[in-house]
């Protein structure tokens, strides 16, 4: 069993930025692709983008291409998620989730989840 815990979410105006922690309990954190995902009010959950287990290779939808970083660090067992230029349309929970080796493209096959943690973003 894999508990994941979110941290840093709050508020933010427009176009300000927002660090997403995420810290995982398990001491096989490497052999795991790492993703987030977010979740606004009265919508599905969407794929945001995704690491590797090494960290080499990372994926990112459209939406948040370029604004967005995903990074992690194996030996602290954490990955982040670093928002900038942040929409009122990015408002949601975000959540992060591990996926035994992965593909990065792979969406719904992720094996465990965190409990997410609120972005709010202003206009």
């Known amino acids: 069993q894999v508990q994941l815990v979110e941290s840093g979410g709050g508020l933010v105006q427009a176009g300000g930025s927002l660090r997403l922690s995420c810290t995982a309990s398990t001491r096989f954190f490497q052999m795991y692709t790492m993703g987030w995902f977010r979740q606004a009010p009265g919508k599905e959950r969407e794929f945001v983008g995704a690491i590797s287990w090494n960290g080499g290779s990372t994926y990112y939808t459209d939406l948040v291409k370029g604004r967005f970083t995903i990074s992690r660090d194996n030996a602290k067992n954490m990955v982040w998620l670093q928002m900038s230029s942040l929409k009122p349309e990015d408002t949601a929970v975000y959540s992060c989730?591990?996926?035994?080796?992965?593909?990065?493209?792979?969406?719904?096959?992720?094996?465990?989840w965190g409990q997410g943690t609120q972005v709010t973003v202003s206009s």
């Open positions: 989730a591990a996926g035994w080796k992965l593909s990065l493209t792979v969406r719904d096959e992720y094996d465990y």
